[in-house]
């Protein structure tokens, strides 16, 4: 039995998927014009995607912005996602400076959840989780594959490794090549579920051919799913609506 992580006025648990939408803009501008757009549209929680801000590597400015968006989302829980680029995100920052803004970012007030990437330095992770924790911020650590799906039992042995790091909520992104691939995947979280999981899992197959897995985490175990609003920040994600739509059909 897993257990349940509450963030703000929502809650990760076994039997619920709750919807993540991406806010993804390259000036304060458009990142709070789309933030606007997110409040009402249906939302459990909210990923910034900073890694798209043109002035993520200027820290007053990305903490300037955080707290603007913080109050346009209103209540809507906030999770901050600097999405490195060899894990299919749009900048490439340095180790240390990839650290210090997710730091800063916890520290900071303004966000619930933050996403540190698995394949990092061990000893830069848990001080980091530590310090997330001390802030009363929730840890998504996260290992996304965009050009295929790893064997199932690779998928288990970092889900448990981000679990063993501390995250409250390990995550994992798998491309398919294959009917197969999406197969594996579900496999492997039913099997995380069922034998090692101490907290909710985030797993989805993406592109076209993964977007069941992306509706039916309510039946295989996966926690979060995301939809949009506009722009997909992955491939395969669905429009939020229709999203809804299908998952109440399948739950």
């Not at 789309?34 to 993520?56: C, K, M, P, S």
């Not at 390990?170 to 594996?184: E, F, G, H, N, Y």
């Amino acid at each position: 039995m897993t257990n349940a992580v509450t963030v703000k006025n929502i809650t990760f648990q076994e039997g619920e998927t709750l919807i993540c939408v991406p806010l993804i803009g390259k000036t304060l501008d458009e990142i709070l014009g789309n933030a606007h757009g997110l409040v009402d549209a249906g939302a459990d929680i909210i990923e910034w995607r900073v890694d798209h801000f043109t002035q993520v590597r200027d820290m007053t400015q990305v903490m300037a912005a955080l707290a603007e968006i913080r109050g346009a989302l209103k209540a809507l829980p906030l999770l901050f996602t600097f999405r490195s680029k060899k894990e299919g995100g749009e900048t490439e920052i340095s180790d240390e400076a990839y650290f210090a803004l997710n730091r800063e970012a916890a520290r900071s007030g303004l966000v619930d959840v933050i996403d540190i990437e698995l394949f990092n330095d061990e000893a830069q992770i848990r001080a980091l989780v530590d310090d997330a924790h001390a802030a009363g911020v929730k840890v998504i650590m996260s290992n996304h594959d965009f050009h295929k799906t790893p064997a199932q039992e690779d998928i288990i042995y970092r889900l448990r490794r981000m679990q063993d790091l501390g995250a409250d909520l390990p995550k994992i992104a798998v491309m398919p090549q294959s009917p197969q691939d999406v197969r594996t995947l579900l496999a492997a979280t039913l099997t995380m579920k069922a034998k090692y999981a101490t907290r909710p899992l985030i797993t989805m197959s993406m592109g076209k051919s993964g977007g069941v897995s992306r509706v039916t985490g309510r039946l295989f175990g996966s926690a979060m799913t995301f939809g949009t609003v506009g722009q997909a920040s992955a491939p395969g994600q669905l429009a939020i609506a229709k999203l809804r739509e299908v998952m109440d059909i399948l739950s």
